[in-house]
């Protein structure tokens, strides 16, 4: 089976976006708005014994009430002081969500079949989404870009993850995924 389609899925990004500059007003967000990012599908993949619905809604709940958060774990602190760092520069925030949102890759649909062993999807779905500390994880059909990574460069239109340009990183992340 050939892959057709890339998507990209920034749900997760759009709706802390909208978290980050309403607590930047000074205004709070509900409970269900952060129900509704606990279930939201970039943060629900990254759960595990260490990170789950309850560190998410503790760390934002935290900072819209702006309440001290202790964290139980090192993902959570890390989840937790990501969140606050986006709100020091909304500036830089936005640096690093033009480019996310204005990415395709359907450019990629040939590039990566002309790589693949095993045809097991037929759609493969790049989400990014606030995480903690990986720089991605692989589920099923679906590579997680923790949004946190994403750096823009400061001295041209360049964009990384981690050390890596971001669309080579991208690429040499779906090949390993279709080939796990």
């Known amino acids: 089976m050939l892959i057709e389609s890339i998507s990209v899925n920034l749900d997760a990004v759009e709706a802390l976006l909208f978290f980050w500059n309403t607590i930047k007003d000074r205004k709070k967000v509900t409970e269900l708005f952060i129900f509704d990012v ?8 990254a759960y595990d014994d260490e990170f ?93 870009i923790n949004f946190f990574s994403v750096q823009p460069s400061n001295t041209d239109e360049g964009v990384y993850i981690g050390e890596k340009e971001w669309l080579s990183f991208i690429e040499e992340k779906l090949i390993e995924l279709i080939n796990k």
């Open 38 to 45: 606990m279930a939201m599908q970039g943060l629900k993949d």
């Open 52 to 144: 789950n619905e309850e560190s998410v809604r503790g760390a934002l709940s935290a900072i819209t009430n702006r309440e001290s958060y202790s964290s139980k774990n090192r993902k959570e602190g890390r989840f937790y002081s990501n969140n606050l760092w986006m709100l020091e520069d909304l500036n830089y925030t936005d640096r690093m969500v033009q480019p996310v949102k204005k990415l395709n890759l359907n450019y990629l649909v040939d590039k990566i079949n002309a790589t693949q062993n095993s045809g097991r999807f037929k759609d493969l779905e790049v989400i990014f989404s606030p995480l903690h500390y990986e720089e991605f994880i692989i589920k099923n059909n679906k590579l997680i």
